[in-house]
């Protein structure tokens, strides 16, 4: 039976950060992650992500220059990027990418299907996974010191280590259409333009979207009610743009958490990170940045754990991040619990962000991936005008 100081659960872009932290830190490492994964995703990163986590150009597929934001009777409100860009990713090269490097530095990458975890009767820990692409395969085992659940919001290693905070999840469905770009642009698509759409016809509760990739396009709409038609909800989008022509290529559907799970680990030799934590901001759906940041933050406190004996030390992952982004993160969902609710509070909202002090501290935050200390002034005016479109006194644009 093989051995690992560390085995990660999942291979997307948490798991093979954490994955590829701990080899270089001197750690054995085995990635288990399932064949041919390729996850439904916006795929933004912001470039505070290239800096962070010395990620090549290469991986970039677009550069967005500019957000649409479009309401339910049509007005648009163009937010330019400024200096900097927004990137755009495949989800199934980048992590493919992330995977590899992790491999190059020292991990064991092993395709197969995480069943459960238990212990012999020393206490260690034992991983049990079907090996090979199907779940029925048969069951193998290696023996860890620590085990990190990066499998997704459904995550089986959560549910198994800490279910009492995995029930307390609060996720949003997400679909979306793969589609070939469109060939010329227009007025409803431009190649470098990033559309987020507010309106209840698409989504109830959350946004659609049209996020140029390069030779593809996404297409997609998100919400937390049950029974909503998504797939209709799309095709009314892609009609409605002129995108109904385009040839679809893929159509993929998930769940993606919004809140922070209360707890990350079971106090004794589990930890959970990314989707498995629940680290997608609320309000954007951003989650690959703050996906690679839980999971170096995770391998930090796992490294810290085993080389201590403590693990006490697994709860810093947590509090780290939370410090880091809470703060962002409870400001996103009071805005999402609000403004996305009815279209009159969607309709306000877009017009809201029609004011330049708005965009600048917004897209400020987006690319240090921090609250961001504007001039005392501009935030002044902002906490006036927001008041105002909350109390319904001002007008709508």
Same mark, same amino acid.
């Given at each position: ?6 085995? #990660? ?35 933004? #990163?912001?470039? &505070? ?8 150009? @290469?991986?970039?597929?677009?550069? #967005? ?9 049509? &007005? *648009? #409100?163009?937010?330019?990027?400024? %200096? ?54 048969? !069951? =193998? ?35 979306? =259409? ?11 698509? $431009? ?48 009609? =409605? ?20 799970? *209360? ?22 759906? @951003? ?13 930090? /406190? ?13 709860? /810093? ?9 809470? &703060?962002?993160? $409870?400001? !996103? ?22 004011? @330049? ?17 504007? %001039? ?13 479109? !909350? ?5 709508? /644009?």
């Amino acid at each position: 039976m093989q051995t690992f100081d560390v085995v #990660v659960i999942g291979g997307g872009p948490s798991g093979a950060t954490a994955a590829n932290d701990l080899v270089l830190q001197g750690f054995s490492v085995a990635l288990i992650d399932k064949a041919g994964r390729v996850k439904p995703c916006g795929g933004a #990163v912001p470039p &505070q992500a290239m800096v962070d986590f010395d990620l090549p150009d @290469e991986l970039l597929v677009a550069r #967005v220059g500019t957000a649409r934001m479009v309401s339910p009777h049509r &007005q *648009k #409100v163009d937010i330019p990027v400024g %200096k900097g860009y927004v990137g755009m990713v495949d989800r199934g090269t980048f992590d493919e990418w992330l995977r590899e490097r992790a491999r190059s530095h020292g991990a064991e990458r092993i395709t197969g299907f995480f069943d459960h975890f238990s212990h012999d009767t020393d206490g260690r820990l034992l991983v049990h996974f079907a090996a090979g692409s199907s779940r029925s395969g048969v !069951l =193998e085992t290696v023996k860890a010191r620590m085990l990190i659940g990066a499998d997704g919001a459904l995550s089986a290693v959560a549910r198994q280590a800490i279910p009492i905070a995995y029930a307390g999840g609060n996720r949003v469905t997400a679909y979306h =259409e793969i589609v070939k770009s469109p060939a010329v642009e227009t007025d409803d698509f $431009k190649a470098h333009r990033a559309d987020i759409y507010y309106d209840g016809r698409y989504s109830p509760d959350f946004y659609s979207w049209v996020f140029p990739h390069g030779d593809v396009t996404s297409i997609g709409t998100g919400t937390f009610q049950q029974g909503f038609d998504m797939r209709a909800a799309v095709a009314r989008l892609r009609a =409605e743009t002129g995108l109904a022509e385009c040839e679809t290529i893929r159509r993929e559907g998930a769940p993606i958490p919004l809140r922070p799970l *209360k707890w990350w680990e079971n106090g004794k030799d589990v930890s959970v990170c990314g989707d498995a934590a629940g680290v997608v901001a609320p309000a954007s759906g @951003e989650g690959i940045f703050y996906a690679m940041t839980c999971g170096r933050f995770t391998a930090d /406190a796992v490294a810290e754990a085993i080389r201590t004996g403590k693990s006490s030390k697994l709860r /810093a992952a947590r509090r780290r991040f939370l410090w880091e982004h809470g &703060q962002v993160f $409870k400001v !996103l969902d009071v805005m999402q619990n609000f403004w996305y609710t009815t279209d009159n509070r969607r309709e306000r909202f877009v017009s809201m962000c029609r004011d @330049e002090d708005i965009q600048k501290l917004t897209f400020d935050a987006y690319m240090r991936k921090k609250l961001v200390r504007g %001039k005392p002034l501009a935030h002044a005016r902002i906490f006036f005008k927001n008041i105002g479109h !909350l109390t319904g006194l001002a007008p709508v /644009a």
